[in-house]
């Protein structure tokens, strides 16, 4: 399972970050990324890391949400500065995950987290 945590209220212009720990059975995990959604609005890719490192972001978080991962700890951050009131949505992590024994891998999400830009 994905376990996100870290949301919260934050004012707009600060920071805040956000973590996705994934646990169970794992042999190896591949891409992990994080997703936004807003209300009424459909889910959308922020940011991914692959497990070598590189990182991809959209455009409207460039210069402002940086992706890490912890492979040791199976474990997916994102930091988040300067945060606008359009940033406010429910964030998901999501992580390719290959169980141990098997040889495919499969798209694990976690249960999201809240994130509310508001002064």
């Known amino acids: 399972q994905l376990q996100a945590s870290g949301g919260g209220l934050v004012q707009p212009g600060g920071s805040l970050m956000i973590s996705c720990a994934a646990s169970?059975?794992?042999?190896?995990?591949?891409?992990m990324g994080w997703y936004r959604q807003a209300p009424g609005k459909r889910r959308e890719l922020d940011a991914v890391?692959?497990?070598?490192?590189?990182?991809n972001y959209a455009e409207s978080v460039k210069g402002r949400f940086t992706i890490s991962r912890d492979n040791a700890k199976n474990t997916v951050y994102l930091q988040m500065s300067n945060l606008k009131p359009e940033d406010t949505a429910v964030y998901y992590c999501?992580?390719?995950?290959?169980?141990?024994?098997?040889?495919?891998?499969?798209?694990?999400w976690g249960q999201g987290t809240l994130v509310t830009v508001s002064s």
């Open positions: 999501n992580s390719a995950i290959v169980e141990l024994g098997k040889s495919y891998e499969y798209s694990l």
């Open positions: 890391i692959t497990s070598g490192g590189r990182r």
């Open positions: 169970g059975s794992i042999f190896s995990i591949n891409d």
